[in-house]
């Protein structure tokens, strides 16, 4: 039998959102719970994977099933395709499986052609309807099925205003519209080179197929990666009767959340526009009214949209977004999704929806995205500062967050600037889609036009990026980039900063300040760290940096990394000395130098851990970076070491390597030179014993941990000096302390052999930096040249730096625990490459079972969360 490629909304559910998609399952949802549904079909998403499989066409098959399911939706509708009485217009709208936000395009009114419209003029008595109708389909189809830029019609629309001498789409009559159709026709045609399609049926595979291909445009591309949504997921795509809001002044077009997407706070929230249709709330071009207004307007329909509210809450027990259309005073539902959040939002919400009983606190910790959370980790504006300063301008809070930069005017500069290093906040009139990039490379956005749920507002609020939306007080001059503000003239390259949770608009620079831990984000927290079971370190190399980690919830250090050490001021000249050495005895001297201050760094680091466990990484760069190149540079350290330059410039050369990433470091260093390791050594557990000594009551145990092992050998020789020295130390002194030696696991070959080295390794922590850089062989700091090329060519997805690659580097590490724990079971297991950090790489990490993650401290927070939903999706 032939797989089905179709569903009327009345086959569907809320459950079937890999088929139908979002869109499509919510519809079949709400059609299925008795709402007022215009009805219509869904088009699958294994229809779309198969359109590309079969060379972006639609195959015989599917289009049989497409014309099979509009004979249906006639019938349902008691309308037809192309028909002189009753002719059916429908609305053909996109819908991937996770909600993509204007990332691909909606065509509406589609089905009408000259004769049509001159039918639906007349039986409305409405010409103007019915012209308007006609214009703005030709304008969609135009732009998504044939590319046909979109500013040639505005530009058409604004000389036709201008003609006539109005400032507003709806002052414009019956027959400017019918002329303006005429115009975009003929623009289409001279574009195309082909005539405006009239069949309603052409028209209708034409949208499906232009759908389809939106899934792989270059913004869906950007979005899906930011947004870790797999390529081959596809899309549905949505063919629904329409309902009409731009009728006359009793119909409109409105979206509304159950609760503030910005704040939490409960309390219908949304936007309304009368006699208007679709995009005309979301595109900036008119600014909509508050939701409220609307009861005054239409006080029966929004009694009834009150009630589908509540209904809807209470149906997914979740914040619902919702786009809907009044015609001639009847409600149509066009639309309900979770609703998009910030993170502070979406805090405030999990918390709310547990104290209303509607959600178990499980349950509340699995609803936040964990990369949200990244928002509110980032600094604040300083209080006092922002007090003290009077705002210029005022906006809508679109999107929180502090954000202070440079102005530049579009999405290009804004790329151009970010990239070499400026901050920058990006100014536009309004945004579209394509300024994506762009908006992702500023700090925050300010827009003239627009409301809370223009574009502007929705994708930023998605990104975690600060925006202010619909400044109106603003007058732009984008050509001459220059806008005017509080009778003051900015200009490209001025700084100004943008409160995104006030609105307010500040000149200038505005401190900020680090984010803290509190209130509905502290008890999110608190019930995260009660479901989760994998412990969660910090890579930190400094008190401060670990002080911040602990209050952010880290419960130890996975990774110091001692080379930065190495570089500081007062050490770094000692540090070549010992380079520059020619006998052991020599590299002691020098290395003796540095004993007190290593020691002093490590005394701090312990005391600010306060007792919970640090690993400390041994030396792992190799010697080259640290030498100098400056020529008086090289002068005193010749002086120093009593030797030539030239003699200092022969020795450097011979540090040279061809591939340093696989030459001279890591272990191999220690075996190389063993003092120092042996002097770090000392280091680590003089400082552990004087802290030990200084807090009784704390248990200081130092992890002290060999990089780049591949062979059980090389281990146990470093090991070997290690242990004699700490016995040493701790022999001579009147404190007993612990340690633990133990590996880094980031050489393929180590996963292999992980039963062997774990005779020795008393713990394993991946560094699935360098595991991934040697399994995949792509150079860390080359990836990022040819990495473009490889999305392109859709070979990844991914950066495998930045998201653990699960299938080649994983099944290494799934190896490697599995060999571990065969010879020692309590053998314990982290990970402290920068993937600690990435919510499914963390979710991975809990499925093989490491004992703990270790990440940047900003991220402990987001590894804490994706820890906690790992464990409770395991349930
Ligand atoms: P997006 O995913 O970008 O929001 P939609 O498919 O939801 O795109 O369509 C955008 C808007 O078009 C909707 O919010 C709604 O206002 C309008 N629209 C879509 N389908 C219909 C319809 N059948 N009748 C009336 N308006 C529609
Ligand atoms: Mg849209
Ligand atoms: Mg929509």
């Known amino acids: 039998m032939a797989r089905k490629w179709v569903y009327l909304f009345t086959e569907g559910n809320a459950n079937m959102r890999e088929l139908l998609g979002g869109k499509g399952a919510n519809l079949a949802e709400m059609t299925n719970i008795g709402l007022p549904v215009p009805q219509g079909f869904t088009i699958t998403t294994e229809a779309c994977t198969q359109y590309y499989e079969d060379g972006r066409e639609i195959n015989p098959e599917i289009q049989g099933q497409i014309e099979e399911y509009i004979g249906k939706m006639e019938e349902i509708t008691g309308k037809k395709f192309g028909d002189k009485e009753n002719p059916l217009l429908v609305s053909v709208r996109s819908g991937a499986r996770a909600s993509m936000p204007g990332m691909m395009d909606t065509i509406l009114n589609l089905g009408l052609n000259e004769e049509v419209v001159n039918v639906i003029a007349e039986k409305s008595g409405n010409p103007r309807w019915a012209w308007d109708c006609y214009r703005r389909f030709i304008q969609m189809y135009s732009d998504v099925v044939m590319e046909v830029g979109k500013k040639y019609f505005e530009e058409l629309i604004d000389k036709m205003k201008e003609e006539k001498g109005v400032k507003q789409d709806v002052e414009l009559s019956a027959d400017d519209l019918k002329k303006l159709a005429g115009q975009f026709k003929e623009e289409y045609k001279g574009k195309i080179g082909k005539d405006f399609p009239d069949d309603p049926r052409e028209q209708l595979m034409g949208a499906v197929k232009a759908v389809f291909r939106s899934w792989d445009n270059p913004r869906a591309n950007v979005y899906r990666r930011d947004n870790d949504i797999p390529y081959s997921w596809g899309t549905a795509v949505n063919v629904q009767a329409m309902a009409f809001g731009n009728m006359g002044d009793d119909c409109g077009t409105g979206v509304a959340f159950t609760r503030d997407p910005a704040t939490g706070a409960t309390g219908l929230f949304g936007e309304f526009l009368t006699n208007a249709q679709g995009e005309d709330v979301v595109a900036g071009v008119r600014t909509p009214m508050h939701i409220s207004q609307m009861e005054e307007k239409f006080p029966e329909a929004f009694k009834q949209f009150n009630d589908v509210c509540k209904t809807l809450e209470k149906h997914y027990r ?105 901050k920058v906040i990006l100014v536009r009139l309004e945004t579209s889609p394509e300024d994506i990039t762009g908006m992702k490379s500023a700090q925050g956005i300010l827009t003239v036009r627009g409301g809370m749920t223009s574009h502007a507002a929705v994708v930023a609020r998605g990104m975690g990026e600060c925006c202010v939306s619909g400044c109106g007080d603003i007058i732009m001059d984008e050509a001459n980039k220059k806008f005017t503000l509080a009778g003051k003239e900015f200009h490209e390259g001025d700084f100004i900063s943008l409160d995104g949770s006030t609105g307010n608009i500040y000149d200038g620079v505005i401190e900020t300040v680090d984010a803290t831990i509190a209130g509905e984000f502290g008890r999110i927290m608190g019930w995260a760290d009660k479901y989760r079971t994998m412990k969660v370190r910090t890579n930190a190399d400094t008190p401060t940096d670990a002080a911040k980690a602990r209050e952010l919830g880290a419960e130890g250090i996975g990774l110091c990394r001692t080379e930065h050490m190495f570089f500081e001021e007062d050490r770094i000249a000692a540090f070549r000395e010992m380079i520059c050495s020619d006998t052991v005895e020599e590299r002691k001297t020098a290395l003796d130098k540095i004993l007190p201050l290593q020691q002093g760094d490590f005394e701090a680091l312990f005391e600010a851990m306060e007792g919970d466990p640090v690993t400390i990484r041994f030396l792992d760069p190799p010697l080259h970076e640290f030498v100098p190149t400056a020529e008086e540079d090289i002068k005193k350290l010749a002086e120093a070491k009593g030797k030539t330059v030239e003699d200092i410039k022969a020795i450097i050369d011979s540090l040279h390597e061809f591939n340093p990433m696989m030459g001279h470091r890591g272990c191999r260093l220690a075996v190389a030179y063993p003092e120092i390791a042996e002097m770090q050594t000392r280091a680590v557990i003089r400082a552990a014993i004087n802290v030990q000594k200084a807090h009784p009551d704390w248990e200081v145990e130092p992890e002290i941990e060999i990089p780049l092992v591949g062979e059980v050998k090389e281990l146990k020789y470093v090991k070997n000096f290690v242990v004699a020295t700490a016995e040493e130390e701790i022999a001579a002194s009147d404190t007993k302390v612990k340690y633990l030696v133990g590996t880094m696991i980031e050489i393929p070959r180590a996963c292999l052999v992980a039963d062997e080295i774990a005779t020795e390794a008393e713990f394993f922590c991946f560094g699935t930096n360098d595991l991934t850089q040697m399994t995949y062989g792509f150079s860390r700091d080359d990836a990022g040249k040819f990495l473009e090329a490889y999305y392109d060519a859709k070979i990844m997805e991914n950066d495998p730096f930045a998201k653990l690659d699960q299938v080649g580097v994983g099944k290494l590490m799934k190896m490697a625990v599995e060999l571990g724990k065969q010879t020692n079971p309590n053998l314990p297991v982290g990970i402290c490459g920068e993937h600690g950090g990435d919510p499914s790489s963390v979710e991975f990490c809990h499925k093989i079972g490491l004992d703990y993650v270790s990440c940047s401290p900003f991220r402990v927070p987001i590894a804490r969360l994706a820890a906690a939903q790992a464990a409770i999706a395991e349930k």
Not at 323 to 330: A, I, L, R, S, Y
Not at 335 to 340: A, C, E, F
Not at 380 to 390: I, P, Y
Not at 392 to 412: D, T, Y
């Open 318 to 422: 979740d914040m619902q977004d919702m786009e809907f259309t009044v015609e001639h005073g009847k409600l149509y539902m066009l639309q309900t999704r979770n609703g998009k959040r910030t993170a502070q939002a979406a805090l405030k919400i999990a918390c709310d929806l547990v104290d209303e009983g509607m959600r178990s606190e499980e349950e509340a910790v699995a609803m936040i995205d964990p990369r949200n959370l990244d928002t509110l980790l980032h600094p604040q504006f300083d209080a006092a500062a922002l007090k003290a300063a009077t705002p210029i301008g005022k906006g809508l809070g679109a999107s929180p967050g502090a954000a202070c930069g440079k102005i530049v005017f579009s999405a290009e500069e804004s790329v151009e600037w970010a990239n070499r290093g400026e």
